[in-house]
């Protein structure tokens, strides 16, 4: 088993930047993919970026290249996504996954932290 908990959403102006934090306990954590996804009202829920095991090489939708960062830090058992030059249409509920068996399907989820880009 494996227990998530986002934090550092919140509600920021278009332009600005974000930190999102994802805190994983229970298996090894070095030893499994994350990612993060969103889901804005009305809308499914969408992926975001991911990042392996291992060398923590990183993968991103082509809606956040260039503005989104992806890291992990396998001593503090923790994920980060770094968001830049935040947009309206970024705006939803971020949530964490663990353990990815490919780039959609993940075993173990957060609870979901909330995201508002102001105009």
């Known amino acids: 088993q494996v227990q998530l908990v986002e934090s550092g959403g919140g509600l920021v102006q278009a332009g600005g930047s974000l930190m999102l934090s994802c805190a994983a306990s229970?298996?090894?954590?070095?030893?499994?993919?994350m990612a993060w996804f969103r889901q804005a009202p009305g809308k499914e829920r969408e992926f975001v970026a991911a990042?392996?095991?291992?060398?923590?090489?990183?993968d991103y939708a082509d809606s956040v290249k260039a503005r989104f960062t992806i890291s992990r830090d396998n001593a503090k058992n923790t994920v980060y996504l770094q968001m830049n030059s935040l947009k309206p249409e970024d705006t939803a509920v971020y949530y964490c996954?663990?353990?990815?068996?490919?780039?959609?399907?993940?075993?173990?989820w957060g609870q979901g932290t909330q995201v508002t880009v102001s105009s």
């Open positions: 990042i392996s095991s291992g060398f923590g090489s990183a």
């Open positions: 996954a663990a353990e990815g068996r490919d780039r959609l399907s993940y075993n173990y």
């Open positions: 229970g298996r090894a954590f070095s030893s499994y993919a």
